[in-house]
């Protein structure tokens, strides 16, 4: 149980076009999910926090305007690069949490190359 | 602020060596503590959850203990595998519902 997927696995786009990518929790609900970003040889960075329902939370440094989230129902989020350049290339990983659980569940992630 | 370090950044051993990896937090007052795998180009796999009021964790091969008055925890692995080798990553969370604070991971390779 506790599966989360991601689509599409690997996206390759050219600079100024906007990229969505999809997490969705394949076998429960879930209230909160998170999007990180990893560059290579790096740890996590947490870009943002979204509920079902409401607007997400963003960590400072991360432009709202430009990486856009949607989390409309307890399974499904969506985060969209919008006007992708070359340095929004990068490994986005998304994870879900359950409602009354303290852990959280990855996605395989989704590796973005803006050309 | 939390912040979590991991010693080493990468460890090399020979297969059937029992190692240790190492995670420190700067402040102490934590819900949980998790240990994830990451395998290149993959997700998080979660190897063990420690909740504060706990000291350890055991999962096969793994044990994970927590002390959480010197802001440590330790992901012992015993008699390694080529199979173990991937980044392992600590990660805390502060209070119920709030974010994880990921550590810079340890990169282990297990040598046939």
């Known amino acids: 149980g506790a599966v989360v997927s991601q689509h599409p696995s690997w996206v390759i786009c050219k600079s100024g076009t906007s990229v969505k990518i999809e997490c969705r929790s394949l076998d429960f609900q879930a209230t909160t999910m998170f999007w990180y970003r990893q560059f290579p040889k790096q740890s996590l960075m947490l870009m943002a926090t979204s509920n079902e329902g409401s607007k997400a939370t963003y960590e400072q440094g991360v432009e709202k305007d430009k990486f856009l989230i949607n989390h409309a129902s307890l399974t499904l989020s969506t985060l969209t690069v919008t006007s992708a350049h070359p340095e929004d290339s990068s490994f986005y990983i998304c994870?879900?949490?359950?409602?009354?659980?303290?852990?959280?569940?990855f996605g395989p992630g989704t590796r973005l190359l803006v050309l | 602020k939390q912040e979590v370090t991991q010693i080493p950044a990468a460890l090399s051993v020979p297969e059937g060596e029992n190692l240790v990896l190492n995670c420190s937090f700067t402040?102490?007052?934590?819900?949980?503590l998790q240990w994830f795998r990451q395998d290149p180009g993959k997700g998080l796999t979660s190897l063990l959850l420690i909740q504060s009021s706990q000291r350890e964790q055991t999962s096969g091969r793994l044990n994970a203990s927590l002390d959480k008055s010197s802001g440590r925890s330790t992901l012992y692995i015993a008699a390694s595998q080529p199979g173990d080798s991937a980044t392992y990553l600590c990660a805390v969370k502060v209070t119920s519902g709030s974010r994880l604070t990921f550590g810079e991971g340890t990169q282990l390779t297990v040598n046939p």
């Open positions: 994870s879900a949490e359950p409602a009354l659980q303290e852990t959280q569940y």
């Open positions: 402040d102490s007052a934590i819900y949980n």
